[in-house]
């Protein structure tokens, strides 16, 4: 007897809620995802069509113990990992180029996440507040222990300092290869699929990719951290920093010359880092060298070892020097930081930009989102949220440290009553842009809501007249209702364009903040000092970094009560299961990918069920169709007779195909459909006109639209009129019991 094997979408439902049953049992599989089946004491064992009910529930792969809400704080990783995958069609070399911008801008947010603890740490704690005249350590009494005694000399309390954020990469190293070992590890068995792309034996299996750019990422924030603390030593050493200091069997000469010698290692392992992450055989899937192994454990451990040279390096006696202002180089190189991440996006800008005219001229594209500059976009705003991040914990640390650590005062230019904590200027113009930001999407969601949905009504007041014929004069208002969800559903094919251009305007007031900061201007000096322009400037920008810190906490809350709620979960789950269907092909500390999983997992199971129980029927909703439809591509070819494929509520091609244009197109719904037609059509896709994620996804599968409400009157008996599913409860459909039934009739054929 065939078998149903229903995948959920990202509501992450209970099996029992999948399948409609009250008792189940797990058959394979385990917690984090497993298949259920009804258990058979119940005698309801059947669905529609009599298959054999089975449920696929991967939902804890993306969810489970609240402690993973901690993952939001990361997100602006993630959101570099999907540039890679965000790239219009292009031949091989246009990939390539893409694929190191994008890996070139990842390992820089690491670096801008490092820069953010060795701020804290570095440059507020073990330096500004040691400047005579601060009130930190008058405030905050349990820090004085690490200024005294050993520790005092400034030189040993900057490598104390230290500590902090190696720790914190200690802590990102084993984070990353835990959620290695579980994701990126799985190893599927059996034959494989044969192909390019989603039907690559290697897309799903990145154990050895991953494994690789974790090391050179690791190796990235070492020599951060190292490269921030030696800029600072060695400056100072070539003042005469060893001047009459006894330093036992070195010379000062001596001394200095392991400093420089420290830089310039520090240098090489940045720049082989730099260089591996364009390097083919270092970072391909497909076709990995032989020596990258090797190579990648050496610049590793090279790194691990300048490090604790690093660290000693640091604890050679010193003469005392007292400190004043911030910590020499640390803003110009956040600054300079950030103007080489403007570069590489606006590089990718560029690239871009080349591949979608020539993806246009060849009939590649249709309708993309973002007009096909999905990359870049995304990745500015992964940009925007990590600077703004690391600006809102910086001012927080800051204000509880002494109390006082506002942005620049409105008299900017009294200079010597400046004694308060001050964090980098270019944290200044990431507290305002943030604000600016806010108010901008803001006005965008209202923009779509009151201007474009109300545009989209009158269309909708059609789509309504045509499936219920003469309801309108009948009943107004069930009427309006229908025609507030079909235009509230057709908004989702033109927010993209409300969100191109709000990203243009900031895109501009970027570049124009990144040259002020790079100047040495911050946003309050565009004023007079003391003027009221510059009292307003400064309460907007320290609002600013009040507002990132609320939205940081509340980050953390809404990804608590997503992963407790499924009424929560099911709003953000869309963008955020979006985001980690993808594998970590630049970005390997962002969240880890189900789908790396999911997939295989699916795909052996479907095919053991193919050959050994009388067929399967793929049944998948939402996001649980794309792990559907692209499972169907790794089952092998022996089992392919026995499997059929039914999609609803599918985002394949109203979301997938239009964001991810490189890789779900018409050739890959075709090989979908390919694969299961012998000699008559077993792909099924099942739309609502009110459903705001689902469509259409023809050429590929056959399209059926499915009419929602099911009835526009009160059945009989009732007085309440049958409820506007939307994306929901296809199941209870008329539509999906005959159209499964039809595709167990081809399978028993």
Not at 320 to 341: D, S
Not at 609 to 635: F, K, N
Not at 655 to 661: D, E, H, Q, V, W
């Amino acid at each position: 007897m065939a078998t149903e094997l229903r995948v959920h979408g990202v509501s992450g439902a209970p099996a029992e809620e999948v399948l409609d049953r009250p008792w189940v049992g797990r058959v394979a599989g385990d917690n984090d995802a497993g298949f259920y089946r009804p258990r058979p004491e119940t005698h309801a064992t059947t669905g529609p069509g009599g298959a054999e009910l089975e449920a696929y529930r991967w939902g804890n792969l993306t969810s489970g113990a609240a402690a993973r809400a901690l993952w939001l704080i990361l997100l602006p990783f993630t959101l570099a990992n999907m540039t890679v995958w965000l790239r219009p069609p292009a031949g091989r070399d246009g990939r390539a180029v893409v694929r190191g911008l994008c890996r070139l801008f990842a390992v820089s947010l690491t670096a801008t996440f490092v820069l953010t603890v060795v701020g804290v740490a570095l440059d507020l704690i073990a330096w500004q507040c040691a400047t005579p005249g601060s009130d930190c350590l008058r405030r905050r009494s349990w820090l004085r222990p690490f200024f005294t005694g050993f520790f005092e000399p400034t030189n040993r309390r900057l490598a104390l300092a230290a500590l902090v954020p190696l720790g914190v990469i200690a802590l990102l190293w084993e984070l990353a290869r835990r959620s290695w070992a579980r994701y990126e590890s799985f190893r599927p068995t059996g034959e494989r699929a044969d192909g390019d792309g989603l039907a690559s034996p290697t897309f799903w299996q990145g154990r050895i990719q991953v494994g690789r750019l974790r090391a050179l990422h690791i190796a990235a924030a070492l020599a951060t951290v190292d490269a921030v603390l030696l800029y600072v030593l060695v400056r100072r050493d070539r003042a005469g920093g060893f001047a009459g200091v006894d330093l036992g069997p070195l010379s000062a000469s001596a001394a200095r010359a392991i400093g420089v010698l420290l830089c310039v290692l520090t240098g090489v392992v940045l720049g082989v880092c730099a260089a591996a992450l364009l390097a083919r055989g270092m970072v391909s899937r497909d076709e990995p060298a032989r020596w990258a192994g090797p190579a990648v454990r050496a610049v590793r451990w090279t790194a691990v070892g300048v490090t604790v040279a690093t660290l000693g390096y640091a604890l050679l006696p010193r003469a005392r020097w007292p400190t004043m202002g911030a910590l020499p180089g640390y803003g110009p190189l956040v600054t300079g930081l950030f103007a080489v991440q403007v570069g590489l996006l606006s590089a990718l800008l560029l690239v871009v930009a080349v591949q979608v005219g020539a993806a246009r001229r060849y009939g590649l594209l249709r309708e993309p989102l973002l007009g096909g500059f999905g990359a870049p976009v995304v990745g500015s705003i992964g940009l925007g949220l990590g600077i703004a991040f690391s600006a809102g914990v910086t001012y927080r640390v800051a204000d509880y440290l002494d109390g006082a650590a506002v942005p620049s005062p409105a008299d900017w230019a009294d200079q010597p009553a400046r004694l308060r904590l001050e964090p980098p200027l270019s944290f200044q113009w990431a507290a305002i842009g943030f604000l600016v930001a806010t108010i901008v999407v803001l006005l965008v969601y209202a923009w779509v809501r009151l201007v474009t949905v109300r545009r989209l009504r009158a269309g909708a007041r059609a789509a309504t007249d045509e499936d219920f014929p003469g309801g309108r004069a009948r009943n107004p208002a069930r009427a309006a209702a229908v025609d507030d969800a079909v235009a509230g559903a057709r908004a989702t094919d033109h927010i993209g364009r409300a969100i191109g251009v709000a990203w243009g305007i900031l895109a501009v007031g970027v570049l124009v903040a990144t040259c002020l900061a790079l100047a040495g201007v911050g946003p309050v000096q565009l004023a007079p000092s003391g003027s009221p322009g510059a009292r307003m400037l400064h309460t907007l920008t320290n609002a600013g970094t009040y507002l990132i810190s609320l939205t940081v906490i509340a980050l953390v809350i809404l990804g608590v009560q997503a992963y407790r709620k499924q009424r929560v979960r099911r709003i953000v789950g869309v963008v955020w299961d979006l985001a980690t269907f993808w594998p970590r092909a630049a970005h390997p500390l962002g969240v880890p990918c189900y789908a790396e999983r999911a997939v295989p997992e699916l795909a052996n199971r479907a095919a053991w069920l193919a050959t050994e129980r009388g067929g399967v029927v793929l049944s998948g909703h939402s996001q649980g169709s794309v792990l559907a439809a692209t499972a169907v591509l790794q089952v092998p070819r022996s089992a392919r007779s026995g499997a059929a494929l039914l999609t609803y509520g599918s985002p394949l091609r109203r979301l997938y195909g239009r964001a991810f244009p490189a890789y779900f197109h018409d050739g890959v719904f075709e090989e979908i459909s390919g694969a299961l037609d012998h000699g008559q059509p077993r792909w099924v896709n099942l739309w609502r006109r009110t459903d705001a994620i689902g469509g259409p996804v023809a050429p590929g599968g056959r399209d059926v639209r499915v009419v929602d409400p099911i009835a526009f009157d009160p059945p009989p008996g009732d007085r309440v009129p049958p409820v506007i599913a939307g994306h929901f409860d296809y199941q209870l459909s008329p539509a999906f019991a005959v159209e499964l039934t039809a595709l167990l009739d081809r399978l028993r054929r």
